[in-house]
């Protein structure tokens, strides 16, 4: 059919929802997202140089698993255009008492970086990068949504949150779509404020001389229980391909929430003495818990650290997968309507993109806009839940 559709977030959900509607019949979609590097949101990769050599990073989204059939499908579609691979390195948790626990479930990763699926998903719509949309408006007589001065739409999916998602639709006279956007950070949640909760996370990319990590180190990822970090992952050993210098290692580090809400700054100006102590408390840590000969003297070629400001989210939506105000034809989707995963985020779009294709065929229903919240209770991370019956055989793993 001829109505368009204009995403906002070009991440996971963004992308998910604009495929299916594609895949539903709607031929004009187009996905706005900031990214100056291309679509992905928090499934993007780091490109670091030293020495001539670029080196990737997964910086954010760390591996997905499956648990969903509907997932499932968009993952073996992935698998086939090769944007994704099983990653079959030795994943674990790391206990206080430094006893690693296996982790037994199907891990998936981009081939090439985590943003290689979402690279892959972005061919099957117009999208547009680089672009920040700061004002929609309703017109009522139209029936349509103006998109700053890109047209027109029929449509308006909002797929990402943060500040900025609720003040964009703050003045479009769609209260319930902007209340549910309100957000509050912090790394706990407050069961007196009905909103959603983000917290924030500090990553650190680490290229190290592998004459300072044990040698008898197997880790290519783990949990970490631990007060200052929550994740660790070998990108050597992830992308080998890419990652090809076996003289130094390129390592993500990820705080744990309390830590980084102790430190809490604006992302965009972390203040130079404080960006030293943090890198240098990350990698003491990081050191004790891999057991390097002088854990507090790591000496890495090259860092970089980063405040993910709207890091994942700490409770969820309770219901309906996504927000719809029929009335108004706009909705809602991410992953803090399922769980904060990346099967959390496709879910949510998928379900917004087949509601619209409802509402489009005369099915004028509001979904998700009483919103009621609960506490997730999980990994920092983020959620890894799996099914056993969806485990995928293949020969295209790391």
């Not at 390097?292 to 700490?314: D, I, M, Y």
Request: glycine fraction near 8%; aromatic fraction near 10%.
């Amino acid at each position: 059919n001829n109505k368009s559709v204009a995403i906002i977030g070009g991440g996971v959900s963004g992308l998910v929802c604009g495929g299916r509607l594609k895949q539903l019949g709607f031929e004009k979609v187009t996905v706005f997202d900031t990214g100056k590097h291309g679509p992905g949101g928090r499934a993007s990769s780091r490109i670091i140089n030293h020495d001539g050599k670029d080196f990737i990073f997964d910086h954010a989204v760390q591996y997905f698993t499956v648990s969903d059939k509907r997932f499932a499908n968009i993952i073996s579609f992935l698998y086939r255009e090769k944007a994704v691979k099983i990653w079959d390195g030795y994943l674990a948790t790391i206990s206080y008492d430094s006893k690693h626990v296996p982790i037994q479930k199907q891990a998936f990763i981009g081939s090439d970086g985590i943003k290689t699926f979402c690279d892959q998903l972005s061919k099957l719509v117009n999208t547009i990068c680089n672009v920040w949309v700061s004002k929609v408006e309703w017109i009522p007589v139209k029936h349509k949504w103006k998109v700053d001065n890109y047209g027109e739409y029929d449509y308006l999916v909002i797929a990402h949150n943060g500040k900025c998602a609720a003040r964009l639709m703050s003045n479009t006279n769609t209260p319930q779509i902007h209340n549910i956007l309100k957000v509050r950070f912090s790394p706990v949640v407050n069961h007196n404020i009905r909103q959603m909760h983000l917290c924030s996370l500090f990553v650190l990319c680490a290229i190290i001389p592998t004459s300072q990590i044990p040698q008898h180190n197997t880790i290519c990822g783990a949990h970490i229980e631990n007060p200052v970090i929550s994740w660790i992952a070998n990108n050597s050993s992830k992308y080998p391909l890419r990652n090809n210098i076996t003289s130094v290692q390129c390592w993500t580090i990820i705080s744990t929430k309390n830590f980084a809400s102790k430190y809490k700054v604006p992302q965009e100006h972390i203040p130079q003495d404080l960006a030293k102590q943090i890198t240098l408390q990350l990698l003491s840590q990081f050191g004790r818990i891999l057991k390097c000969r002088s854990p507090g003297k790591l000496h890495p070629v090259k860092t970089k650290l980063q405040l993910w400001g709207a890091g994942n989210p700490v409770n969820i939506l309770k219901g309906d997968d996504y927000s719809l105000a029929s009335s108004k034809h706009v909705g809602v989707c991410g992953d803090w309507y399922v769980a904060p995963s990346v099967e959390g985020a496709a879910v949510s779009g998928m379900c917004l993109a087949e509601a619209l294709h409802r509402h489009y065929q005369g099915q004028r229903q509001d979904a998700g806009l009483n919103p009621v919240f609960e506490e997730y209770k999980g990994s920092d991370i983020g959620c890894f839940n799996t099914d056993p019956n969806l485990v995928m055989k293949s020969t295209l793993s790391s």
